[in-house]
């Protein structure tokens, strides 16, 4: 995959732009980053923050030749690979299936993957928000959020960051491709919530909780019920089941 960054000062949506770019023929691997956002959001048409120098706002158009089961598995790797990201900046951070990072149980960086339909065929446009300053994070969702900054004291640029989040991408997007089990594992080693976690899950069609069990092969997340039954959760949200012993 050949990276080409395209660089702007505002955009209402680094996705949307990524999208526009996909379906006027744009390769895979153009990325797309502003230094502010006026109207980013997150799943669920969610608002994501997007200050001014304030984080990474970043998105990559993708073109992937995988089976319709594989393509799931698309925001996993991205976990994985912001994961590794934020390693390498000195913040251990956990994956919360299926698309948030945390930080002592604080969101630092979030991802969004949306299908986009081109005269090319399918494109996958990948967006991934990381707060990287203090400034990020507002004050109404300081007990929520943190920033890269407020973990590590340390100053990272977006540029710094992009560079090597874009390496991390590329390596498992071909890891992706040829051995997507693989991605299940490297996902597992990296997520607290890949088992034995007791959660609440809401999904359009209600809430329920239970205990966290593995992943399947798609990615979708297991849930073992009290009378020990599994549910597959293939969309929905999922949150740590806060109870006095965990708090």
């Known amino acids: 995959m050949n990276i080409v960054i395209l660089r702007f000062d505002s955009l209402s949506s680094t996705n949307d732009e990524a999208a526009d770019q996909a379906r006027r023929g744009a390769a895979e691997g153009i990325v797309v980053v502003a230094r502010s956002q006026t109207k980013g ?3 669920h048409g969610r608002t ?3 200050a001014p120098d304030a984080g990474l706002y970043f998105s990559i158009v993708l073109r992937p030749q995988l089976d319709a089961a ?4 698309i925001t996993l790797m991205a976990g994985v690979a912001a994961c590794d990201t934020l390693l390498e900046f000195g913040a251990n951070a956990d ?18 993957a949306e299908a986009v339909e081109t005269s090319a065929g399918l494109a996958v ?5 990381v707060n990287l300053t203090r400034t990020a994070v507002q004050d109404d969702n300081a007990e929520f959020a943190t920033s890269l900054e407020g973990v590590t004291g340390k100053k990272i640029s977006p540029d710094e960051f992009a560079e090597c989040l874009t390496r991390y991408l590329t390596y498992l997007y071909n890891v992706l491709g040829e051995e997507p089990d693989r991605i299940l594992h490297e996902w597992q080693q990296r997520s607290s919530y890949f088992s034995g976690k007791e959660v609440r899950v809401k999904t359009s069609t209600g809430e329920f909780t239970g205990i966290t069990d593995g992943l399947e092969q798609n990615g979708a997340l297991r849930v073992k019920l009290l009378d020990n ?6 969309a929905g949200e999922v949150e740590r089941l806060r109870t006095p012993e965990n708090f």
Do not use: H, M, P, T
């Open 41 to 43: 959001r997150g799943r």
């Open 48 to 50: 994501w923050a997007s």
């Open 70 to 73: 594989s393509l799931s598995l």
């Open 95 to 112: 994956i919360k299936w299926v698309n948030d990072l945390l930080v002592a149980e604080k969101k630092v960086c979030g991802i969004l």
């Open 125 to 129: 446009i990948l967006g991934i928000g």
């Open 229 to 234: 039954s599994i549910v597959i959760v293939q």
